[in-house]
């Protein structure tokens, strides 16, 4: 799929400015399916919504295709509206304001970059492959039209979160998405505990957003600010000495909003760091002076606050610590959402966001610390879980929350193309995963649990071949596809030196190299449990069948992208900016990162320092050889030897607490969740049942009844009555005229 | 309110006056000059054509009396109409025309539902 | 010599609608005689074609330059034009609502939709009319079709009653409409509104002529009593429960959408055109103290009432009541400040009374009022069962219990209506009082507007009380469901997709309602 495009290209056949005002097609055609198949699916059957709901994204994948021809091309470029500079490599489509209010406005546009692109094909790509699993996945349930419509409007959703050129369009799709996650989570709504599931996720992600808002409004704020000090203090106007692309970036600012990304990326320019001294004018370290929130704090603070409430936000749907216990419970929905939703792309919108904020990220090192270390705790925390977990999808599901660390991590360090490199990359792979424990699940009357399955290797020869594939492309024991963007990460984080916190690269590192240790153990346990050795005595089914053609054909296809991604993630393979070799990636991406590389380099915040990766690549495999045969030896070998005997009590303990995911949902429960319970339930009998409903609304209530009921007794029915009143009312108001009006 | 207001309706007093005097005039001449032959038949109240009713005024009439009335007077005022378009035609014209058919049309309409819903049908 | 006015297409442009719609009405009565023989499946449609031609035409008229045409008799411009849109998609959605009844009563015959559509034409031209006798032939034209069409079902007690007091009151309040139309000629000399208006002007300035001012209060006092029968405000209301209550269910929601849009349209015609002259606030006060009684008598009378179609109908009172806020924002002289509920309180500097913005809001208001109450007078005249009309209980809230397990769409339309009543977001009927509130707190009628707000608090409980039997009270053992008919279900969702858009995207309207607030005031 992606070897299909060749990105250099020089020039894209046709005018991309005609692509460009496709764009919205992208978008509506999963919508326009979503609509469809909830309306009229059930009137129009299976088959026919089957089909609807994957050639729509199929479509929208073929025009994806178009805009990543396109934006690989040179002369692929739009006038920023912030600045009247041409921005190249990028498809850019305003449809008009979509509200304001105030002094605030936000359009409804859409933004492809190469970042974008890159998104767009992971989302309808693997999302076409996994409406056509899903087809034959769900086959025998009768909501089907229920779930592609989810589904459709999942994929629409998400890509107005990818293609959205302002963070209030990006918000739509980030609840757009959560809202589908729910649904889908909750499908088999019927059972208590996944309707339950669905709500832990939901409210959850309602954190989340919350931090996301706030971050949102704070930069508003911030931009506002700006804007007036540029207007009203001299040291500000001197940042707006470019009279023609300054008054473009205020025109912008009151037009397009002030949360149009062009907007916040000549933001971005217009702010240098501290660190740039030998320029007149605001600067982060500045402090506001203007009336507002903000007066009184320094530029750098709000906007390290902002980024902050934002990683909050990141970590309720890219699901990292604190807020991650959602997404083991989201497996209760059926296996191609997690899949498609909860591995492949929802969870991946945080770390898109930051490599879509990068730009802001690098101005703020304590920011990137936080994101680092969060998502390096979590890559670790998760994968200690993962070790005890004997459900396919939840290990799967403690895997993806481990990986989403590792993308954190690369974002938190600065090396953005990598984090989307691995981001692309585990979509392939794990996608292929939970297809697998799909496909195993279909096979062995819906048993989820690896100690009751086991030797599958020959019954079900397809599943277990993509499944070992996709694997190794986790672990990196070979090195395939996740092998070198994982390494990317942990090479980036060898040797970069974030400003003011030197022990973060380092740190980061070992964290990560224990973390792909750690994965390869785990990822070899599930493997070995569930494919290897003898079908376990108590399995469901005495014999598990093969899947079907379509979902096998699905299989096959993501194993072969998780191996044939490995070439965007080979180092020092193509010339990049300042002469290096760098990977396919890396290359690839530099137009769209190359703001926050530039900031980066000119404020030192974040500095890399050149070296070979090759050894370091050497010993990521070594570890992950390490982590693999471990894990093969006590599975294989070890464990079945010991059959009957007690584990060694260090290990029976650790193994108890890490089967309880170290009681962190019982922390919570303890911590927020009861006395939130016993908080409202308060406040619920006293404020609401006693004061408002008794004596407010209850008494109000009572007497206005009264009122009309003696009132009704006006209504006699008799038109002598009627007319009565009607002429006595004429009389009043005629009396009235005459008596005090003419006096 | 000044005379002067009200001076465009000198003709219709005119007319009052007239159509006034010329039914006193009339019934006066005729209770004058009129021979007198009073019988038990022609001493009863005139109905319009129906029993005269000794009993109850509250008798219950049939509609049919209404609806040719009411015809009566739907035609009586086209008349009307046509009467002094008659009389202007030539300074009318086609507008005057068209007018009128318009007016005539949509008389008919009525006629020709009230006829085929059998309002003129006095038997049933 | 005799002189003929020239006229031409321009002169009737307005009165398109209004001959589109008796054409219609013809034809309908023609086949009614002529093919009784055939199926009359047809003649709903008939009249549906002729009501979205009119509706098309009206519309097509709404960019005009407000002018006076046929020697000032009738006015040609965007306001009316609106107006009559309404009042045809009034009619319209009403006729939708009428086959599946009929059938129910064996009563399908053509009258019903020819006095539908004659009723239109007159409402038509009733908000076009710019002269008073016009005006009133134009009023009896559409108050005669009204009369018939309240006692169509005539072999029952109830309808009987309620054509019978319709007719009786209605009369009454044509006599006072009539009576104040001669003292107003009487002060004036003329009937031509903006003739009127003017020297209305004259009257109020000129000491000379002083002595006609009571005659011409007491003309404006009879001639608004006159409308306030129409549009029901209180104390002219008291026919309005009983008439909506016995009236055929269709035509309840044919007087409570376009007659009611067209008597307040007439009369904001008449007191804009005519009230341009009269100093003070007299007409400020007489039309917030309607307003304030009609919101308050309203609202209260509803909130006892087990009875839907009757709730229904005071509900129409306290919405004539929003509207008379609306209208009475238009007589604020900029200004003046009083203080007390009804008067007008200075506000912060700026603030001036906003005419056109006033128009548009009982434009909009009008429009999503019509489409919301035909709606929920066609869920539940689709419910009703003829047997149970004679003992009173057709239409008790217990006939909606369980609603949305036995017809979840049914529920679901009731519920949008209902929410569009009781002024909820995000539906149309929210955004109506938000634009009529707007204007009138911009004209500085706070305390009129804090009362309209707490009544619609209170109108939210009757209005959500039907909400909770639907959702959450079981369903009746016995409870009929009624027959699936395509005209009625096109109607209900018609008019719920009409409730659901006007209130998220307002907007839509935009272009066509902006111009809403030209009126024709007459050189």
């Known amino acids: 799929m992606l070897a299909l495009v060749n990105p ?88 008009g304001r979509w509200f304001s209010a105030g002094d605030f406005s936000a359009h409804y546009g859409f933004l492809v970059d190469r970042l974008t692109a890159a998104m767009l094909m992971v989302i309808t790509g693997i999302g076409f492959l996994i409406h056509l699993y899903s087809t034959e996945y769900m086959e025998h349930d009768d909501g089907y039209w229920r779930y592609f419509a989810y589904l459709n409007l999942f994929v629409a959703m998400m890509l107005t979160l990818v293609m959205a050129d302002n963070l209030v369009l990006l918000f739509v799709g980030w609840e757009g998405v959560g809202l589908c996650s729910y649904l889908l989570i909750g499908f088999w709504y019927r059972d208590t505990e996944k309707a339950w599931a669905g709500r832990k996720a939901f409210i959850t992600n309602r954190i989340g957003d919350f931090g996301f808002l706030i971050g949102m409004f704070l930069l508003v704020l911030l931009v506002g600010a700006t804007e007036q000090m540029g207007r009203e203090t001299a040291l500000g106007r001197s940042n707006f000495s470019d009279i023609g692309r300054a008054r473009a970036w205020v025109t912008a600012v009151h037009d397009q ?132 977990q004997d459900d396919i999808k939840k290990v799967l599901a403690y895997s993806t929350v481990s990986q989403l660390g590792f993308m954190f991590m690369g974002v938190g360090v600065g090396v953005f193309w990598a984090a989307a490199l691995h981001l692309v990359t585990h979509a392939c792979f794990k996608a292929c995963l939970f297809l697998g424990a799909g496909s195993v699940m279909h096979g062995n009357a819906d048993e989820t649990d690896i100690r009751r399955l086991g030797g599958l290797r020959k019954e079900m020869p397809w599943t277990w071949a993509t499944f070992a594939i996709a694997t190794l492309a986790i672990t990196g024991i070979v090195p395939l596809s996740g092998f070198f963007s994982k390494d990317a990460i942990l090479h980036g984080a060898h040797t970069t030196e974030v400003a003011g916190y030197p022990w973060v690269g380092h740190t980061v590192y070992w964290m990560g190299l224990f973390g792909a240790l750690c994965t390869a153990f785990y990822m070899t346990r599930l493997y070995v449990l569930t494919f290897e050795g003898k079908r376990a005595p108590d399995a469901r089914v005495p014999h598990a069948h093969e899947s079907g053609f379509r979902m096998v054909f699905v299989l096959v296809f993501l194993a072969f992208l998780s191996v044939v991604g490995v070439v965007w993630g080979i180092p020092e393979l193509v010339p990049g900016p300042g002469g290096r070799k760098v990977a396919l990636m890396e290359g690839y991406l530099a137009p769209a990162m190359n703001l926050a590389d530039r900031l980066a380099s000119i404020y030192d915040t ?100 009264r009122v009309g009921g003696w009132l009704r007794y006006t209504q006699t029915g008799n038109a002598q009555n009627y007319a009565t009143v009607m002429a006595v009312g004429l009389l009043i108001s005629i009396g009235v005229v005459l008596t005090w009006v003419l006096r | 309110m000044t005379p002067d207001a009200l001076a465009p309706y000198l003709p219709l007093l005119a007319v009052l006056v007239l159509a006034g005097g010329l039914g006193a005039i009339v019934s006066v001449m005729s209770a004058l000059l009129g021979p007198k032959r009073p019988s038990a038949v022609k001493s009863t109240i005139f109905e319009a054509g129906s029993e005269p009713s000794p009993g109850s005024a509250r008798q219950r009439f049939a509609v049919k009396f209404y609806v040719v009335a009411l015809l009566f007077i739907v035609f009586d005022i086209e008349t009307v109409f046509l009467y002094p378009w008659a009389v202007n035609f030539k300074a009318l014209g086609w507008f005057g025309y068209g007018e009128m058919a318009v007016f005539a049309v949509t008389l008919v309409i009525g006629l020709a539902y009230v006829w085929k819903k059998g309002a003129l049908d006095w038997e049933s | 010599m005799l002189t003929l006015p020239t006229l031409t297409s321009t002169d009737f442009l307005p009165l398109w609608p209004a001959l589109i719609l008796s054409a219609g009405a013809c034809l309908v009565l023609l086949s009614e005689v002529f093919l009784s023989s055939a199926s009359r499946s047809f003649q709903p449609l008939l009249t549906v074609i002729a009501t979205v031609l009119g509706a098309l035409v009206a519309a097509a008229t709404v960019f005009s330059v407000p002018t006076g045409v046929f020697g000032g008799f009738v006015v040609l411009d965007p306001f009316g034009s609106l107006v009559s849109l309404v009042i045809c998609i009034g009619v319209g959605l009403s006729a939708l609502l009428a086959p599946a009844f009929l059938r129910g009563r064996q009563a399908e015959r053509g009258e019903f939709y020819a006095l539908l559509l004659f009723g239109g034409a007159g409402m038509s031209l009733l908000v076009l009319s710019n002269e008073l006798i016009f005006l009133f032939i134009n009023l009896e034209i559409l108050s005669i079709a009204t009369y018939a069409l309240a006692a169509y079902l005539r072999r029952g007690p109830r309808p009987a009653e309620a054509g019978f007091k319709y007719f009786i009151l209605g009369a009454f309040s044509s006599a006072v409409l009539l009576y104040g139309a001669a003292l107003l000629f009487g ?92 100093p003070g606030d007299a007409l400020l006060t007489g039309f917030s103290t309607l307003a304030f009684l009609t919101m308050i008598g309203g609202n209260l009378l509803a909130l006892p009432q087990r009875n839907v179609k009757r709730m229904l109908a005071y509900s129409s009172i306290s919405h004539a009541g929003y509207l008379l806020v609306g209208v009475a924002s238009l007589f604020v002289k900029s200004g003046t400040t009083k203080g007390g509920v009804l008067g007008v309180t200075a506000l912060a500097a700026g603030a001036t009374p906003d005419t056109a913005g006033a128009l548009r809001g009982i434009l909009f208001y009008l429009l999503a009022y019509t489409v919301t109450t035909v709606g929920a007078f066609g869920v539940l005249g689709a419910l009703e069962r003829r047997d149970d009309e004679v003992r009173g209980f057709a239409w008790d809230l217990d006939r909606l219990a369980g609603l949305a397990q036995r017809k979840p769409a049914w529920a679901v339309a009731m519920a949008v209506f209902m929410l569009s009543l009781g002024g909820i977001p995000p539906m149309a009927g929210f955004m109506g009082k938000l634009l009529i509130f707007r204007s009138a707190v911009d004209a500085g009628l706070v305390g009129l507007v804090i009362v309209g707000v707490l009544t619609s608090a209170v109108g939210a409980y009757y209005y959500l009380r039907v909400v909770v039997y639907m959702y959450m009270r079981p369903a009746p053992e016995a409870g009929g469901l009624p027959e699936r008919n395509l005209s009625t279900e096109l109607a209900l969702v018609l008019s719920t997709v009409a409730v659901v858009v006007l209130g998220v995207l307002p907007g839509i309207t935009g272009t066509w309602l902006s111009r809403g607030g030209s009126v024709f005031l007459g050189r």
């Open chain 1, 8 to 95: 250099f290209t020089d020039a894209f056949p046709g005018a991309p400015e005609n692509l460009a005002n496709l764009l919205w097609v992208i978008v509506a055609l999963p919508l326009a399916g979503a609509f469809l198949c909830g309306v009229l699916g059930k009137f129009m059957g299976r088959a026919n919504t089957n089909f609807l709901a994957c050639f729509t994204v199929f479509a929208s994948f073929i025009l994806s295709c178009l805009t990543l021809w396109a934006v690989g091309a040179q002369s692929t470029q739009f006038i920023s509206p912030a600045s009247g500079v041409p921005v190249r490599w990028a498809l850019w489509l305003d449809l």
């Open chain 3, 187 to 278: 002060a004036t000399r003329s009937t031509l509104l903006p003739q009127m208006g003017a020297e209305l002007a004259r009257i109020f300035t000129d000491p000379t002529l002083s002595d006609r001012q009571p005659l011409a209060y007491c003309g404006l006092a009879l001639i608004g009593a006159g409308f306030g029968f129409k549009i029901a405000a209180v104390p002219f209301h008291m026919w309005t429960p009983d008439v909506y209550e016995g009236a055929p269910t269709p035509v309840t929601a044919m007087m409570s959408a376009a007659v009611k849009a067209a008597a307040f349209a007439a009369m904001v015609r008449v007191f804009l055109v005519l009230g341009r002259g009269i």
């Open chain 1, 257 to 388: 909003g002030p949360l149009n990304l062009e907007v916040l990326r000549e933001w971005a320019l217009r702010m240098p760091a501290e660190t740039a001294k030998d320029r007149p004018g605001m600067t982060l370290g500045t402090t506001i002076t203007t009336e507002g929130p903000l007066k009184g704090k320094t530029f750098g603070q709000v906007l390290t606050a902002a980024l902050l409430l934002l990683l909050l936000g990141a970590a309720g749907k890219s699901a990292q610590i604190p807020l991650y216990v959602w997404l083991p419970d989201a497996m209760a929905g059926p296996t191609p959402v997690s899949a498609l939703i909860h591995a492949a792309t929802m969870v991946t919108a945080g770390v898109y966001l930051f490599c879509r904020l990068s730009f802001l990220l690098v101005l703020s090192p304590t920011a990137m610390a936080w994101v680092a270390m969060i998502g390096a705790l979590t890559a670790i925390w998760a994968a200690l879980i993962a070790f005890a």
């Open chain 1, 606 to 705: 974040v500095t890399h320092t050149e070296s070979s990766p090759w050894l370091g690549f050497a010993i990521a495999w070594a570890v992950a050889l390490v982590g693999g045969a471990t894990a093969w030896l006590v599975f294989r070998s070890w464990l079945p030897a010991r059959a009957g005997k007690p584990l060694p009590n260090y290990i029976a303990l650790f193994w108890s607490w890490a089967r309880a995911k170290f009681y962190v949902d019982e922390l919570y429960d303890l911590l927020i969740i009861r006395p939130f319970t016993v908080l409202s339930k308060g406040l619920y009998k006293i404020v609401d049942a006693g004061l408002i409903d008794g004596v407010a609304v209850g008494g109000t209530a009572g007497v206005l009844r």
